[in-house]
């Protein structure tokens, strides 16, 4: 009498019965398939005390309907195909109505636990046939494909979208990254700067008019873009190739007025209409410093030889120097006027410039106030004697001057050493600023000047002979800031004040 055994791969009842009338007689079944689909040998010792097992009480059946003859038919030895089959049929018929008169429904891994497997002698392993699963019974499902469903799952459950404050998605790590497009250019020495003329992406997510747009100072990290907007965020874009925001940072409550990215690529400095003045790491999106300055911050700038030291001016009448390492005020210069508009550090941060909305009726009175760092006095308080104000700042990066844009519609350049005088031959002008903030900046030669326009078109000048290079037509609303790229030669990015920033080349 051969061993019966039972296979996960078997044939239903059915189809074993067909074979079994073609072949000789053969044995009965003595044991069930166990779990974990491991192919075992029926053994009455191991049976428990299951309800849905064989009990090892010989008083008891596993179905109460199956008489005594039918079970004692099933454990007796091999008999004829007719009368093994008439057995079989007497206890399928007291199976199923044990099922019918079971109140809780057994599930289809149950069910297809105890029941009786192919009643072959294994020698020639038939196809398997597929089973019609009832309506309201839960297909069984192999180990095989459970263990990798549930390793798929555990896999989506470890490496889940990471998320920064704002709702912003991380994908990846963007100070690791070097764009494939600036990537030639770091090991060559930067050439003359060039004029854009051409659209090459257009970046619209900002709600609300976006204030400045600056260019990463770090070359190899050149490609990312910061832009401070009105509607209270302030982002990170791939500007140089696929023009993606990389991410949205939400650390104010108010309007972002002014931001700036610290020198080593890190962190951003930002200011904001909500009183605050926020140090970011670029790559977390967490707060490092936030500082409470008790008025509307309008302009913020960092120490050129300390960057660990910054300096917040709005609608105050003082600016204050804040140290972000130990988060308090170290300096207050006391300018007497109703706010800054913007803030200039000279050459080694030893001076530094204001500009404020005071004026008087003759002249310009405190218009531009040039500071000492260290000793918090005024150096001189008359370098500019028109009566307009000077919404933004400009330094030469390599000449001893700096630029001042006037709502007189044309900038005005004035020497960064003491007295500070103004070059009254050379003036810039063809623009508009009409009251808005329109900002100005030199390219990286200093050869370019560039500024915006309260029309919606970028003005690009020749520095040394105040000529107009080119007039691009950017916006179709004012134009506040033209950043030019300090790596890639001719690419600018402008940003205008329905929300809209585009990168041109």
Excluded at 57 to 63: G, N, V
Excluded at 429 to 451: R, T
Aim: proline content about 6%; overall charge neutral; aromatic content about 8%.
């Amino acid at each position: 009498m051969s061993s019966l055994v039972a296979y996960e791969d078997s044939e239903s009842e059915d189809d074993s019965l067909d074979q079994r009338d073609e072949g000789a007689s053969t044995s009965v079944p003595t044991g069930y398939r166990e779990q974990d689909q491991e192919v075992r040998i029926f053994n009455p010792s191991e049976v428990t005390q299951n309800p849905h097992s064989f009990t090892s009480d010989p008083d008891r059946s596993y179905h109460g309907n199956v008489s005594e003859r039918s079970r004692s038919s099933l454990h007796s030895q091999p008999q004829s195909c007719f009368g093994l089959e008439r057995t079989y049929c007497n206890y399928r018929t007291a199976r199923e109505k044990h099922f019918r008169d079971t109140t809780a429904p057994l599930s289809f891994s149950a069910l297809q636990t105890h029941m009786p497997q192919s009643f072959g002698n294994g020698l020639n392993q038939p196809a398997k046939r597929h089973h019609t699963v009832p309506s309201g019974v839960r297909p069984y499902i192999p180990k095989r494909q459970r263990l990798t469903t549930s390793v798929e799952t555990v896999d989506r459950t470890v490496h889940p979208a990471e998320q920064v404050p704002g709702n912003q998605t991380r994908e990846s790590q963007i100070l690791s990254e070097v764009s494939v497009r600036v990537k030639p250019y770091l090991a060559n020495k930067p050439g003359a700067a060039g004029i854009p003329r051409r659209l090459l992406m257009s970046l619209g997510g900002h709600q609300g008019p976006v204030n400045t747009v600056q260019w990463c100072p770090v070359p190899h990290l050149s490609h990312l873009l910061l832009s401070a907007s009105m509607d209270k965020t302030f982002k990170v874009w791939d500007g140089a190739e696929s023009g993606r925001c990389l991410r949205v940072y939400s650390c104010h409550s108010g309007a972002v007025r002014d931001a700036c990215w610290t020198p080593c690529g890190r962190h951003l400095l930002t200011g904001s209409f909500d009183n605050t003045a926020v140090s970011t790491d670029v790559e977390t999106g967490q707060q490092v410093v936030k500082l409470d300055n008790q008025f509307k911050v309008m302009c913020v700038v960092l120490h050129p030889s300390s960057p660990e030291v910054f300096l917040c001016g709005g609608y105050s009448s003082v600016v204050k120097a804040w140290d972000s390492r130990s988060c308090k005020v170290v300096k207050v210069y006391k300018a007497g006027v109703q706010q800054t508009l913007d803030i200039l550090f000279l050459r080694d941060g030893v001076d530094f410039i204001t500009s404020s909305d005071c004026v008087s009726r003759d002249s310009a009175d405190r218009t531009l106030i040039a500071w000492d760092y260290q000793t918090t006095a005024k150096v001189s308080n008359q370098i500019y004697h028109e009566r307009y104000t000077c919404p933004s700042l400009a330094l030469h990066p390599l000449e001893e001057s700096f630029v001042a844009q006037t709502n007189g519609n044309y900038m005005a350049v004035f020497s960064s050493q003491r007295p500070y005088r103004m070059n009254k031959r050379r003036q810039y002008g063809g623009h508009k600023v009409e009251g808005y903030a329109v900002q100005c900046e030199f390219s990286l030669d200093g050869s370019i000047l560039a500024s915006g326009s309260s029309t919606g078109s970028a003005h690009f000048y020749d520095y040394h002979n105040a000529r107009t290079l080119h007039i691009l037509p950017a916006h179709s609303q004012p134009c506040l800031c033209v950043s030019q790229h300090p790596v890639l030669p001719a690419t600018a990015a402008t940003c205008d004040w329905a929300g809209e920033i585009k990168v041109w080349h």
